[in-house]
């Protein structure tokens, strides 16, 4: 007889259809929930396994001791105790068979265990999404007929907390060649409500993936100090060089980045320049504006950007002196872009990438408006990153023209790229 992927006949399958259009002519068919026929099945299925557990430690413990039962001075069953589980698909209540010794514990639920594995899975991934825990005690109880509470809910995420801080210690690479910075802020307690920074950064790996490094926490405003400790760090996770790091033009930066990594070029992000040109600039002008700064980036060389500059003050020095002036105090950290072929160009352009993670990280923050810790803010972030990738480490295909990329790299950088990986 046929049977399914998981041992069901399709005899067995064709009478639980039946089942359903019976139900489904009766008024309806519930599937999960109490009254749902899922929880019923797996209550079934449950009281099943746990009998069968109980038959196999009784026969293991036979065959050390020479047979069953208490005059033989082996084991046997000793009745019955209730316990109410949470399951996915709703609350199910089972009787878990007892032995006269007491040393019966069952894989399936562990002593004082209350919720199955796929449970916690569930919770997890819901938290990840970016629910609060009053909104996932509101799914439960409206979706499955579940009555948990918000300390439950933590509980269940606190088991993230292990896994992150191996997550966050983890070896990396020894070269990378481009690295990306930013820090978003969150709403902590500890005291009283403030700002706080959490730093992070993307690298993309000589294989053309997309890798989060880590996350960390920052005392204050977000400052060049902080991010060299936070590199510092990474450093000592295995990271012997960097080619090119990514920032947002922070003052002070390009200091802090070649104490850790003396050789790394600091490469200010174009779209970062360009959005703070516009902040000086009437919404009216923004089309007009990006257009005449157009030129000054896409110059061949240092030489025709300054050329392009200086045309861009004489068309809106008088009306907008500020943007060009913004792109003088940039220059140092914008002139390495113009060194770069256009392969590369296109990988350190922007750190859209960077922000894009930062904007899931404050989808999921601002849900919670603020949070009691700093291991509570990292924990939920942490979550948030599972969700972008299962492994943890939000891999993603950087793009399909990274091998010329990497070829340019290793000729710019004169082969540094080659000999790290070594």
């Known amino acids: 007889m046929p049977v399914s992927a998981n041992g069901l006949s399709s005899e067995l399958l064709e009478e639980l259809a039946a089942l359903a259009a019976e139900k489904t002519a009766e008024g309806g068919l519930r599937l999960m929930g109490e009254g749902?026929?899922?929880?019923?099945?797996?209550?079934?299925?449950?009281?099943?396994?746990?009998?069968?557990?109980?038959?196999?430690?009784?026969?293991?413990?036979?065959?050390?001791?020479?047979?069953?039962?208490?005059?033989s001075g082996g084991n046997m069953r000793n009745g019955y105790r209730a316990k109410k589980v949470m399951t996915e698909v709703g609350p199910v209540t089972v009787q878990v068979p007892r032995d006269r010794l007491g040393t019966f514990s069952p894989r399936l639920l562990p002593r004082y265990a209350r919720r199955t594995g796929a449970l916690d899975e569930m919770v997890l991934s819901l938290t990840a999404k970016g629910l609060t825990s009053g909104e996932i005690v509101a799914h439960l109880a409206e979706v499955y007929g579940m009555t948990t509470t918000k300390e439950t809910v933590s509980t269940i995420t606190d088991k993230a907390l292990e896994s992150m801080a191996e997550w966050r210690t983890r070896p990396l690479d020894p070269v990378y060649p481009v690295v990306f910075i930013d820090a978003i802020h969150v709403?902590?307690?500890?005291?009283?409500?403030?700002?706080?920074?959490?730093?992070?950064?993307?690298?993309?790996?000589?294989?053309?993936?997309?890798?989060?490094?880590?996350?960390?926490?920052?005392?204050?405003?977000?400052?060049?100090?902080?991010?060299?400790?936070?590199?510092?760090?990474?450093?000592?996770?295995?990271?012997?060089?960097?080619?090119?790091?990514?920032?947002?033009?922070?003052?002070?930066?390009?200091?802090?980045?070649?104490?850790?990594?003396?050789?790394?070029?600091?490469?200010?992000?174009?779209?970062?320049?360009?959005?703070?040109?516009?902040?000086?600039?009437?919404?009216?002008d923004w089309a007009d504006v990006a257009r005449d700064l157009k030129p000054v980036?896409?110059?061949?060389?240092?030489?025709?950007?300054?050329?392009?500059?200086?045309?861009?003050?004489?068309?809106?020095?008088?009306?907008?002196?500020?943007?060009?002036?913004?792109?003088?105090?940039?220059?140092?950290?914008?002139?390495?872009?113009?060194?770069?072929?256009?392969?590369?160009?296109?990988?350190?352009?922007?750190?859209?990438?960077?922000?894009?993670?930062?904007?899931?990280?404050?989808?999921?923050?601002?849900?919670?408006?603020?949070?009691?810790?700093?291991?509570a803010a990292l924990k939920r972030l942490y979550l948030a990153t599972l969700a972008l990738d299962p492994s943890g480490r939000g891999r993603q295909r950087w793009n399909n023209r990274w091998k010329s990329a990497l070829n340019e790299f290793d000729l710019l950088f004169d082969g540094r790229l080659s000999a790290g990986r070594v």
């Open 36 to 71: 749902g026929i899922l929880p019923e099945l797996a209550q079934h299925l449950m009281q099943a396994a746990l009998e069968a557990e109980m038959e196999l430690h009784l026969a293991a413990e036979a065959g050390r001791v020479g047979g069953r039962g208490s005059r």
């Open 187 to 284: 709403r902590i307690r500890d005291g009283h409500v403030a700002n706080r920074p959490i730093y992070v950064a993307i690298a993309v790996t000589a294989d053309g993936y997309r890798e989060i490094l880590g996350l960390r926490a920052g005392d204050g405003g977000e400052g060049a100090k902080y991010w060299q400790t936070v590199l510092t760090e990474i450093k000592n996770r295995g990271v012997r060089d960097v080619l090119m790091l990514v920032c947002d033009g922070l003052s002070a930066l390009p200091d802090a980045v070649n104490v850790v990594w003396p050789q790394t070029v600091v490469q200010t992000c174009i779209v970062h320049l360009i959005r703070n040109s516009l902040r000086y600039a009437s919404r009216r």
């Open 297 to 375: 980036y896409t110059a061949v060389n240092e030489e025709q950007a300054r050329r392009r500059l200086d045309e861009f003050s004489e068309t809106w020095g008088k009306k907008y002196p500020s943007i060009a002036q913004s792109w003088e105090r940039a220059w140092s950290e914008f002139v390495p872009f113009l060194g770069l072929p256009d392969a590369i160009r296109q990988v350190v352009y922007t750190t859209n990438a960077i922000e894009s993670l930062n904007a899931r990280y404050r989808r999921a923050a601002h849900a919670c408006g603020h949070f009691p810790n700093e291991t």
